[in-house]
């Protein structure tokens, strides 16, 4: 059991004041969530990229709210320390007022997340506005939104042009003034970012938004080269492979199946040396 204090959104919204960078992680999954804690992660997102990383689709949207609420419970059954928000699957929080309410309840109820996240905009303000004045802590997301990748037509830098930039501006503005505790650029040009980071005074948490926000997230899968087919992205520093140890040692094991030298004695079960005799003794 830690001892480190619970993280909440005031202690990030310190952090941020006190220059002290906010490390968050995504996880979806019991093991992950706790190796995560255990490293010290302020914050985990169980992120819709799951549907990228942990059920084989192309993109997020076809990932549901029961797929998120089922990962969210595993996720915070691990972990008592880091803060855990949990991406609002795609067209969960478009409708009405009361649908979003709804959707949320049943993520935080029945997933036990503290926290959600919502791709979009000044457009989204509205929604984020009423989880917030419901108690919900809100997170938002700008720059590339995977859920809307086929209206941008792939995953390409934002915020290059003066209008994008000025656009990607009003918007955080209009997710701070929500209510929102903190905001995620994803592909976002570093020089824009930093200046949105000294703009706001909730957090700027990057991903592929250079060193100028107050913190950082990374996909674990990417982080650590989990998979088969991890494409290398030019913001992701890979800290491990485990993907291929993960190869190896399977291949070690149906090597020595193959071979006979496995299971050994080691890794084997013995009964008392009359039942051995009654078996082999030919009676
Ligand atoms: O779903 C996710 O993992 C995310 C991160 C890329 C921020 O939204």
Known sequence: MSTRRPVTTSIMKKMKKDGNPITMIT?????????????????????????????GYEATLPVTLDDMIYHTRAVTRAVSVPFVVTDMPFMTYHGSVDETLKNVARLMREGRCKAVKMEGGAE????????????????????????SIYQIGGYKVQGKTSEQAKKLLEDVKALEEAGAFAVVLELVTDELAAHISEQLTIPTIGIGAGAGCDGQVLVFHDLLQYGSSIRPKKFVKAYANVGEVIRQGIADYVRDVKERKFPDDEHAFKGESEVASYLYGGK
Request: proline share 8%; with cysteine; hydrophobic share 50%.
């Open 124 to 147: 989204i303000a509205p929604a984020v506005r009423a989880c917030v004045q419901a108690g919900v802590p809100v997170m938002g997301h700008v720059g590339l939104t995977p859920q």
């Open 27 to 55: 996880a979806y999954d019991y093991p992950s969530a706790q190796l995560a804690e255990e490293a010290g992660v302020d914050a985990i997102l169980v992120g819709d990229s799951l549907g990228n990383v942990v059920l």
